[in-house]
Each structure stands twice: as structure tokens, then as C-alpha cells.
């Protein structure tokens, strides 16, 4: 079915080092892309998000790139914590004419984070 | 304020037994959306309804199902339940079914098909 890949199934890192996950998506007519965090035995968590009118996005220790030419889009984690340990999701917002929208998802990225 | 409420939590089902799945979103969310999610396919969209209307609908065999109430609260039916429809399956609410921080999902359920 439609999905949006990921480059990294899994990425270990140390506490404190900074994290980088990847995704890339196929429809280049896409607008909109949103990072989710999901924690075991929960749902999808917003983390931030980006319109195709920006190349970057940051909150608070997040960081979202979009790179249109190549489609893709990465999340960057600073100073990586425990807590950050979950799967990390990249989603496009698909637009299909008039109110009917879907998202679209990445098959997720396991973060690892090792105290 | 309350979250997105799933229930049951977890559920185990026969093959060829039918399934049924509640969702009461955040009061004042009109729109629900249904996602399955398997290690295999990741999270996929199944449908979308908004003010007891189905708006949208993602690439299901007509086994899937579902529906909305006056209240919003939502429903999800899986009938002649195969092996394969073992899964995670989430719902998300928001105001009028764009995504993004208003875009909430609830804790899902798990579904065993044996």
C-alpha cells in the first residue's frame, strides 16, 4: 500500500549524543509532514511539524529538515535522552481534493537510547 | 481534558468471528479516523468519519467497516476475522480532520486473531 520509507529500522545512541532519523516520501505534491513519537503500548504522539513552504523547523530539541529536491525529511534529536527511547514515525498529510485528507505513514524508526 | 478513549484494550478473536472496536474522541472532535497498524505494513489508513458521514476510506477489503454516532463516538467492524488482521488499531479525533498538533490518537487495541 502507499507508505513513506525510512532509510534506519533501528538507531542506537549514547545519552547525550545528538540523534538523526530519516524518511523519505514519494508524492511530491504533499504540503504538509509531521514527526510522531510513539511510546510502547501507546499511540502516535505529535513531536513537530513542517509545511513544504520551509526547508526547517525547530522546538524544543527537535529539529525538522525538509529537503524537497530529494524528497526527504529528518528529525534531529539534541542531547538525546532516555525518555526519547520509541518509535518515531514520519507522516505526509495527503490531500485528495475538497475535505478528504489522510496520513499517510513511514514504517517507523526504533530509537535506542543507551544510558 | 479527557483523550481519545479505545476500548476494549486488547481482544482475542477466532478466525471467521466478526469484531467490533469503539472510539470516543475529545468532546467537540467531529472528525475520527481509523489507522491498523502491523509490524509488516506500518500504520495504515483505513477511514475517516466526520459528522456520521464516512469522508474518506484507505485501501480495505469491505470486511472493514465503520461508523459514527451523533456524539461522534465512532465505531470500527471487522467481520470473517483472518489471521492476518491481527494488528494495533488506532483512532485519532480532531476539530475537522486536518492533521497535525490538533490530531490526537488514543492508545488503541490490540487485536489477536487465533
Known amino acids: 500500500g502507499e507508505s513513506v520509507g525510512l532509510h534506519l529500522p533501528t538507531l542506537s545512541v549514547q545519552e547525550g549524543d545528538n540523534s538523526i532519523i530519516n524518511c523519505a516520501y514519494s508524492?511530491?505534491?504533499?504540503?504538509?509532514f509531521i514527526w510522531y513519537k510513539q511510546e510502547s503500548g501507546k499511540g502516535p504522539q505529535f513531536i513537530i511539524d513542517?509545511?513544504?513552504?520551509?526547508d526547517k523547523r525547530q522546538g524544543q530539541r527537535v529539529t525538522v529538515l525538509l529537503n524537497k529536491t530529494v524528497k526527504h525529511l529528518s528529525l534531529q534529536i539534541a542531547a538525546t535522552q532516555p525518555g526519547d527511547s520509541a518509535v518515531y514515525l514520519c507522516?505526509?498529510?495527503?490531500?485528495?481534493?475538497?475535505?478528504?485528507?489522510?496520513?499517510?505513514f513511514g514504517t517507523g524508526t526504533l530509537l535506542a537510547v543507551q544510558p | 481534558k479527557a483523550g481519545v478513549t479505545q476500548t476494549p484494550r486488547y481482544l482475542i478473536k477466532t478466525r471467521g468471528q466478526q469484531v467490533t472496536l469503539s472510539c470516543s474522541p475529545i468532546?467537540?472532535?467531529?472528525?475520527v479516523s481509523w489507522y491498523q497498524q502491523t509490524p509488516g505494513q506500518g500504520l495504515q489508513f483505513l477511514f475517516e468519519?466526520?459528522?456520521?458521514?464516512?469522508?474518506n476510506k484507505g485501501n480495505f477489503p469491505g470486511r472493514f467497516s465503520g461508523r459514527q454516532f451523533s456524539n461522534s463516538r465512532s465505531e470500527m467492524n471487522v467481520s470473517t476475522l483472518e489471521l492476518g488482521d491481527s494488528a494495533l488499531y488506532l483512532c485519532?479525533?480532531?476539530?475537522?480532520?486536518?492533521?497535525?498538533?490538533?490530531?490526537?490518537f488514543g492508545s488503541g487495541t490490540r487485536l489477536t486473531v487465533v
Open positions: 468519519y466526520f459528522s456520521e458521514t464516512q469522508r
Open positions: 468532546s467537540g472532535h467531529r472528525s
Open positions: 485519532a479525533s480532531s476539530l475537522d480532520g486536518a492533521g497535525g498538533l490538533g490530531y490526537t
Open positions: 508524492n511530491s505534491a504533499s504540503d504538509y
Open positions: 507522516a505526509e498529510w495527503a490531500r485528495y481534493g475538497g475535505a478528504t485528507n489522510k496520513l499517510i
Open positions: 513542517i509545511r513544504s513552504n520551509m
